[in-house]
């Protein structure tokens, strides 16, 4: 999905609009968005924002490509933050 599909839960972190923004849905998303108690959305906001952690992304892609790596001597995998050396 990737964008605002991904990054936006729906009435925790935001509000997303369906099809074709119209002002009758923008102004809609308005009021869904102003009820929403505020301190509520920042903390779930930044909650979600930590899944996105640059550390979070590298562990995803380290748990990905290491059981596809080659057994080749000197490839690297990512992993948390650190980098592991293949022997």
Aim: proline share 6%; glycine share 10%.
């Amino acid at each position: 999905e990737g964008g605002l599909l991904e990054t936006v839960t729906h009435g925790q972190t935001g509000v997303l609009i369906e099809g074709h923004p119209t002002p009758e849905k923008l102004v809609a998303a308005v009021n869904a968005l102003e009820a929403i108690d505020p301190l509520s959305l920042r903390a779930a906001c930044e909650t979600r924002a930590k899944l996105f952690d640059e550390s979070v992304f590298i562990e995803h892609l380290g748990r990905l490509v290491e059981p596809h790596a080659l057994d080749e001597p000197g490839y690297i995998v990512a992993a948390s933050s650190e980098t592991k050396q293949g022997v």
